[in-house]
């Protein structure tokens, strides 16, 4: 942190976005500004003129948190790129299972290579993002998809479940790359680039989300939550509800159009059947009978398209949003521990001695909470107002194709249809 | 104006092909249409209060419009009961023609949100349309156009039914339509005919199960647009908790709106082309009677030629003595003794008037029966070129619609993704 120090501006932006020049690159950095509890700890104050605690794993990324890289970084400055790809079946006595290929590119100093690639399955993804929520408890971890598939529902080795999933393992892992804390997790690190992930500790710990963070203990009444942290605990209820609105009727336009195509699936033919015993009008009734099964099929791709890319990000957002009301309530916690704790010592008949070290810990932990998820939550602000974006503007771009292809097939139909009447324009 | 009615006035299609001698068809002359529709209640047959609907017929001189004038047109109420009696009339005394159809009596092959009351403004509005296009079709009849009835139909408007009445076809009709329904069975059907009545058989059936099956498409199809406008309204709640993502939400949730309400117009058009393939549906029926009525024609020609055989064999088996057909008279005759030589002259001569009978019925049922077959199978002719042609048309405009229906999808979900991307 020293060299941090040295290097860069005495106030560092605590909040809002800073252009990218304004902003030192945390690896330009000499020296490994990432280790904590380096000597010169005492230079480093908040702006709000505390000093910051470096001691805890938190705080020191907090402050690289702080320096709030834009998420827009073309490809020259972004160090990291992972890519989850090529799905495979492994079949064992044991079991079957899919594993896929996590491709690392990267020139960060913490890699020892600069390129790796390993096979991992969907539980050493699960194993990650459990690690990540018990080493990074004040930050918000992106979503997986949904663990448990009813068997017989579901086939678990479909070509479109498998993509689908991949789809969304493939963000969640680019999601956590491009985080500035997450990303420099050891965890993370292991995951891309050892052969084999040890995993037997994680496995002990493979507990539901929210009761691994380990040093909140839970169980204190909290005064009174700051505006923000409620607005933003409100604002997650109502988005869910509306995504929840949303899935709901996705999913039932969805079996309207399905429904529709099994009608069009009956209709085409019939047209065909007629062509059969028409001399003149044979051609026109094959080529309109063509036409509906041009326009069935882009309509099945259509459906299908908005089961596999539309439905599953909506609700991995949904899954996105509990683990994030979970990591809210855990700051209402920490805060509320501080306030407990601090209401104690206040009411304490000696007045002269300082305030003890765990309270201030506890401030500490408080104030590192509070500026990491404000940090997150912007960064996910943006992320989320991106991707919502760009899975609306998907769902338009699909239905545009839907009608082009129909429309193409019309058009192509009409010469067919006029053809005998510029004959007979000619005879006559 | 219908379409019809414009295209049939200007470009007489029926000159073209076999029809080599100009007929003054009537609708060169006349302008004929259906201009409204109204209801009325009064009391019917049993006295009782009955309500129903009205159309108004009216008609003008080609020549006045094309002058400048544009004079009043004359016009005059009939309701659809009044229509199906012309089309009886029209049925018995041309029974070689194929007789244009009437536009359905209740409402069929209905989906959800059409209306299968016959009092419905919409469905009453398509009956005028169909009315219309009914008489248009029998004014440019080369037979039927010219029939007195017909004209009456359009300009009388009061004792009209008992002209009609006084025809006596009535007793025509109910004598064939007695034969018609008894089963007999042709000895020598004519290939041709018989092919076309199959023809008729299978375009029922086909149009029947199409008409069937859009219905049900519609019916889908308007729930996947429907379930659009969800989307405008869960938008819009949306937009309400968010900050920079709220106007393009809310922007693009009016388009979800617009998509869903598109298609009503969509489906509303989508029935004028079910009510085309509903008409030939009714002309296939019309098809079918003609070849029946054939049928009938040479069963009646069949009969009388058998029953002259018989009685000729007869004769000769008088003349010679000799019994080679069996019949229960040679047998009590036999059986209770020999006739007197008088007795065989009187019946001898009785045969022979029979004959004679007999042999003019077979000429005049052949000659009937050729002339059927000759008129028959021109308006069988030219009702195929009408139907190539109508429906050919049918599917251009079908098709004109779903390309029309596809570029209002594009630029719906290009507006709305433009808002979209302004998220």
Redesign the interface.
């Known amino acids: 942190m020293s060299a941090m120090s040295a290097g860069a501006p005495r106030s560092l932006a605590s909040s809002g976005q800073k252009s990218i020049q304004d902003i030192l690159h945390p690896l330009s950095a000499e020296e490994s500004a990432l280790n904590p509890g380096s000597a010169a700890e005492k230079d480093l104050i908040l702006p709000n003129g505390t000093p910051v605690d470096t001691s805890s794993p938190a705080s020191s990324s907090s402050l690289l948190n702080r320096l709030q890289l834009d998420d827009d970084l073309d490809g020259e400055t972004r160090d990291l790129f992972v890519t989850v790809d090529d799905p495979k079946k492994h079949v064992s006595t044991m079991e079957t299972y899919i594993t896929y290929r996590v491709c690392t590119k990267t020139t960060r100093t913490e890699f020892d290579l600069p390129e790796y690639s390993v096979r991992r399955r969907y539980q050493d993804f699960d194993w990650l993002r459990n690690k990540l929520e018990e080493s990074q408890p004040t930050h918000l971890i992106p979503p997986l998809p949904e663990k448990f598939v009813m068997k017989g529902v579901v086939d678990r080795f479909s070509e479109e479940f498998v993509e689908t999933r991949r789809k969304a393992l493939d963000k969640f892992l680019k999601r956590v790359a491009d985080h500035p804390v997450l990303s420099f997790n050891e965890h993370f690190n292991a995951f891309l680039s050892a052969k084999d992930l040890n995993k037997r500790q994680g496995l002990a710990l493979l507990t539901k989300m929210g009761e691994s963070v380990k040093y909140v203990t839970g169980g204190y009444k909290l005064r009174a939550r700051p505006v923000e942290f409620a607005a933003m605990g409100d604002?997650l209820d109502?988005?869910t509800q509306?995504l929840g609105?949303?899935d709901r009727?996705a999913q039932?336009?969805i079996k309207?159009?399905s429904?529709?195509l099994?009608?069009?699936r009956?209709?085409g033919p019939?047209?065909s059947?007629?062509s059969s015993?028409e001399e003149?009008?044979h051609d026109?009734?094959e080529g309109?009978s063509g036409?509906v099964s041009n326009c069935s099929s882009a309509l099945e791709e259509l459906t299908e398209d908005m089961s596999e890319d539309f439905l599953p990000v909506l609700r991995e957002y949904v899954l996105y949003i509990e683990s994030m009301k979970n990591v809210l309530k855990k700051r209402d916690q920490v805060q509320a521990e501080y306030e407990t704790k601090l209401e104690a010592v206040v009411f304490r008949e000696d007045k002269k001695t300082p305030v003890p070290t765990d309270v201030e810990k506890c401030q500490d932990r408080v104030e590192c909470f509070n500026a990491d998820l404000k940090a997150d939550w912007d960064r996910w602000e943006n992320n989320k107002?991106q991707d919502?974006?760009q899975l609306?503007?998907g769902m338009?771009?699909k239905?545009?194709q839907?009608?082009?292809k129909?429309?193409a097939a019309?058009?192509s139909?009409?010469p067919v249809?006029?053809d005998?009447?510029e004959a007979e324009g000619e005879t006559? | 104006m219908t379409l019809l009615h414009t295209k049939l006035k200007t470009t007489p299609k029926i000159e073209a092909g076999d029809f080599t001698h100009i007929v003054e068809y009537l609708l060169k002359m006349m302008e004929i249409s259906v201009a409204e529709a109204e209801k009325r209640t009064g009391k019917n047959a049993v006295n009782m209060q009955e309500t129903y609907t009205v159309y108004l017929i009216e008609t003008r001189p080609v020549d006045a419009a094309s002058e400048g004038t544009n004079p009043v047109p004359d016009s005059l109420w009939r309701r659809y009961s009044e229509f199906e009696l012309l089309r009886n009339y029209l049925l018995v005394t041309y029974p070689f023609s194929v007789v244009p159809p009437l536009p359905e009596k209740r409402a069929e092959f209905v989906w959800h949100k059409l209306s299968a009351d016959n009092m419905d403004p919409d469905f009453v509005e398509r009956r005028r349309v169909g009315l219309e296009n009914f008489l248009l079709r029998v004014a440019s009849h080369p037979d039927l156009s010219s029939d007195k009835i017909f004209y009456s139909f359009l300009t009388e408007e009061n004792g009209w039914k008992e002209t009609v009445f006084e025809t006596g076809f009535q007793a025509k009709a109910d004598s064939r339509l007695k034969a018609l329904n008894a089963t007999f069975r042709v000895k020598n059907p004519d290939k041709r005919f018989a092919e076309m009545k199959h023809y008729g058989d299978e375009l029922q059936s086909v149009i029947s199960q199409l008409l069937r099956v859009r219905a049900r498409a519609a019916d889908r199809l308007y729930g996947v647009y429907k379930v659009h406008g969800n989307y405008g309204r869960v938008f819009s709640e949306w937009s309400a908790i968010e900050k920079e993502m709220g106007d393009g939400l809310q922007s693009a949730g009016h388009h979800m709106d617009a998509y869903a309400a598109s298609v009503d117009d969509i489906l509303e058009e989508e029935e004028h082309y079910a009510d085309q393939l509903k008409e030939y549906l009714f002309y296939a029926d019309a098809l079918r009677a003609v070849c029946r009525k054939h049928e009938l024609t040479q069963y009646e020609l069949e009969m009388a030629a058998q029953d002259l055989t018989s009685k000729k064999q007869q004769r000769e088996e008088l003349a010679t003595g000799t019994i080679r057909t069996f019949s229960l008279k040679g047998m009590t005759s036999k059986l209770f003794g020999q006739e007197t030589p008088e007795q065989r002259e009187a019946k001898l001569k009785m045969l022979e008037t029979q004959i004679e009978e007999g042999e003019e019925l077979v000429k005049e049922r052949n000659a009937e029966c050729e002339e059927f077959v000759k008129s028959a199978w021109v308006d069988i002719e030219r009702f195929k070129e009408q139907k190539d042609h109508d429906l050919r048309e049918a599917l251009i405009s079908y098709a004109i619609m779903q390309i029309s229906m596809c570029k209002k999808g594009i630029q719906v979900w290009n507006n709305a993704k433009e808002c979209f991307s302004k998220m």
């Open positions: 604002y109502l988005f509306k609105t949303i009727i039932r336009i309207e159009q429904e529709f099994m009608e069009l009956e209709y019939v047209y059947s007629w015993f003149d009008l026109p009734l309109v036409c107002r919502f974006r609306l503007t338009a771009d239905n545009i839907y009608y082009e129909c429309l019309w058009e139909l009409i249809l006029q005998k009447q006559s």
